[in-house]
């Protein structure tokens, strides 16, 4: 069983920006599809991007232009940098394979924007 484990994560104001990372264990990381996703409190989580094996991506509207999804298949690290913060992205950002696997959540890292 693959785990997770999210940093990053901070307070920023708004329009600044944060580069989230995600540590994957194991030696299959390079095999999956991958996403980060984020719970803002007192909401669903939702999917915020996701990245293949290859490397192909995909964005919610909401985050489309701003963050970027990338991957380290060597350092078994996922990405996410997210520029142009604004407040409605506060939240816990998770990363998980994708479709998210139940028994794969993390911690997340917190993500704050305020001024």
């Known amino acids: 069983q693959v785990q997770f484990v999210e940093s990053g994560g901070g307070l920023v104001q708004p329009g600044g920006s944060l580069r989230l990372s995600c540590a994957a264990s194991?030696?299959?990381?390079?095999?999956?599809?991958m996403g980060w996703y984020r719970q803002a409190p007192g909401k669903q989580g939702e999917p915020v991007a996701g990245?293949?094996?290859?490397?192909?991506?995909k964005y919610a509207e909401f985050v489309k232009g701003r963050f970027t999804i990338s991957r380290d298949n060597a350092k078994n690290t996922l990405y996410l940098q997210m520029n142009s913060l604004k407040p409605e992205d506060t939240a816990v950002y998770y990363c998980?394979?994708?479709?998210?696997?139940?028994?794969?959540w993390g911690q997340g890292t917190q993500v704050t924007v305020s001024s």
């Open positions: 194991g030696n299959i990381f390079r095999i999956y599809a």
């Open positions: 990245i293949t094996s290859g490397g192909s991506t």
């Open positions: 998980n394979r994708d479709p998210s696997r139940a028994d794969s």
